[in-house]
């Protein structure tokens, strides 16, 4: 049996008039009637407090008792009137202002790097709070070498079912700086920044369980565009949407998305949830899911290349979810986050089940895997019940 080319396609949201078994780009747009809510999730885990800040040593008081200044008897009495300061008065209040402007800077390092700590003496640097400190993400790569195609149907499902990537943990804590940005008035040039960087963010999670598995990840850009439309590999493209495109392994984002989810202006971190799930496609690109996944959709049924399509989706949001864990602690994630989190899940899946993408409860659960584990094999949606991906 001859396995399918590869696509020159996308992967996010739900398809709109497109080949039904090609792993398309459109991300679970709403079905018409009402969406099915579910609780926020009930494991949820909270990460370790934020190191405290200002790096008191700890039991020792923040500023060291000085000795008193007392005069000796032996020093003859001054004569009345102005009395000029003595040499080791001088000296004494020279090292209390040392020591307070050595304090006062420890205390402004300590709110600048929020990442370190030092030893319960206080004396010896612990290694960094946040996992990607000293991380460097690499420029832009708008050529990347191609992604992985299966050269058998065996090979194909390996690559989905017992992926090297299941093996590994994905890198936490992670420091990342996110803006609540106003999507009803920010440019498009700022709001592409700040997804920019929040790749950046992404790269360094990913880094470690990659290079651990030695598969290559040349950093993708990101396009914002707007409702008059740009050319990509994967067509032209002015819809409402979010997607990863195969063709040349870069990620685009619609500003208008929100004139289809109004709900995106009301939360935090929603374009970055959206694009962490578009993110998702990407590594699976590159660890070769993306591929296997594809390759296995020749001479099956409808049902079982829908089945195919709706897993690989879920393990989007899955992989979405690791990053969200993972900067929990640095940007607050609050129950709030959580229940808007699963709001914007439920719309985009819809209350149909049984499409290209999961609907709207099992995004949710598989948004909520991940931000329960750091454990990537838990996010293996290929060999979950099927009850789990409808």
Known sequence: MSLPQPPQNQYGFSPQGQPRFAPQGQYGFPQQGQYQQQSQYQHYQQGPSPTPQGFTPQGQPRYAPQPRYAPQERYAPQVPGKRGPRPLAL????????????????????????????????????????????????????????????????QAIEWTEENPIYDQEYTQPLKCDLERLKLRSVSDDKLEAQLNDMVACLMGGWDQPM???????????????????????CGWKDEPNALWCSGNQQLYYASHLIERHPELA????????????EFAHYIQGRVGIAGGSYAQREDISEADALLLNRRHEAQADCFAGLFLHAITDYVEINDTDLENFNLLMSRLGGSSPGTTHPYGPSRIHWLSVGLNTFDIGQCNTYVADPNTVI
């Open 211 to 233: 290079k651990a598995i030695d598969v290559t990840m040349p950093r993708p850009g990101l396009t914002v565009y707007d409702r008059t439309g740009l050319q990509t590999p």
């Open 91 to 154: 000296a004494l209040i020279a090292l209390i202002a040392l020591i307070a402007i050595g304090m006062a800077a420890l205390i402004a390092l300590g709110f600048s790097s929020r990442g370190t700590s030092f030893s319960p003496d206080g004396t010896v640097p612990m290694p960094p709070r946040w996992a990607n400190t000293g991380y460097e993400p690499p420029e832009v790569n708008t050529n990347p070498d191609d992604i992985p195609w299966p050269n058998s149907l065996q």
């Open 266 to 277: 009301e939360m935090r971190f929603g374009p970055e949830l959206i694009m962490a799930h």
